[in-house]
């Protein structure tokens, strides 16, 4: 069975560095790209950037190129979402997922809550 | 970026009843649209690929079609656990992006 297994809610100060993690299983997860959606506060769904934990090739959305980083250690089946340097605007859920066909996500993680807040 | 636009924003239906939603794509995506269910409090999860293709274990009550730049999703005799948000997206060109989403409501 595929599970994406996403590390718990974060508070954090405006500033401060973050990194949130996805841990896969069921599946070999150098074989499929993995990727990260961003959800704000009732808002709709927002594609962020994939990456191919075989050969860490990394792709982002142009909105997110330089605000994010995403990585991945096959060596543990984990793939990484980053911030060196959060906003409040960063507050929101963040969904990682696998990607199916390089085009869409046919399995999710249960949500990484992110708030920021001074 | 291709802009993907859903209408209604909410779609007030009763059970039993069938829904159609809507999304248009800025420019011609073939058919490399997908649609998603999500629940409150839930993660998406994914009911049709390709923009016709139910995906493992979705219920024969959800239908896709359309292709280029006009695409719907059908539900037919509405059940309680269908109401929901509805968003499609497309994987034709880089970004992918997602439409902002249909409410159905009872």
């Known amino acids: 069975e595929v599970q994406l297994v996403q590390s718990g809610a974060e508070v954090k100060k405006p500033g401060e560095s973050l990194k949130i993690s996805c841990k896969a299983s069921?599946?070999?997860?150098?074989?499929?790209?993995i990727g990260w959606v961003r959800q704000m506060p009732g808002k709709g769904l927002e594609w962020m950037g994939i990456?191919?934990?075989?050969?860490?090739?990394?792709r982002y959305s142009p909105s997110f190129q330089g605000q994010v980083t995403i990585s991945a250690d096959k060596s543990i089946n984990t793939a990484y979402l980053q911030w060196s340097s959060l906003k409040a605007s960063d507050t929101a859920m963040y969904y990682c997922?696998?990607?199916?066909?390089?085009?869409?996500?046919?399995?999710w993680g249960q949500g990484t809550l992110v708030t920021v807040s001074s | 970026e291709i802009v993907m636009t859903q209408s209604p924003a909410t779609l007030s239906v009763s059970p039993g009843e069938r829904a159609t939603l809507s999304c248009r794509a800025s420019?011609?995506?073939?058919?490399?649209l997908a649609w998603y269910q999500q629940k409150p409090g839930q993660a998406p999860r994914l009911l049709i690929y390709?923009?016709?293709t139910r995906a493992t274990g979705i219920s024969a009550r959800f239908s896709g079609s359309g292709s280029g730049t006009e695409f719907s999703l059908t539900i037919s005799s509405l059940q309680s656990e269908d109401f929901a948000v509805y968003y499609c997206?497309?994987?034709?060109?880089?970004?992918?992006?997602f439409g902002q989403g249909t409410k159905l409501e009872i």
């Open positions: 420019h011609s995506v073939s058919s490399n």
């Open positions: 997206q497309q994987y034709d060109d880089w970004p992918p992006s």
């Open positions: 069921g599946y070999n997860f150098t074989n499929y790209w």
């Open positions: 997922a696998r990607l199916w066909d390089v085009g869409f996500f046919d399995y």
């Open positions: 390709g923009a016709s």
């Open positions: 990456i191919y934990p075989g050969d860490s090739d990394t």
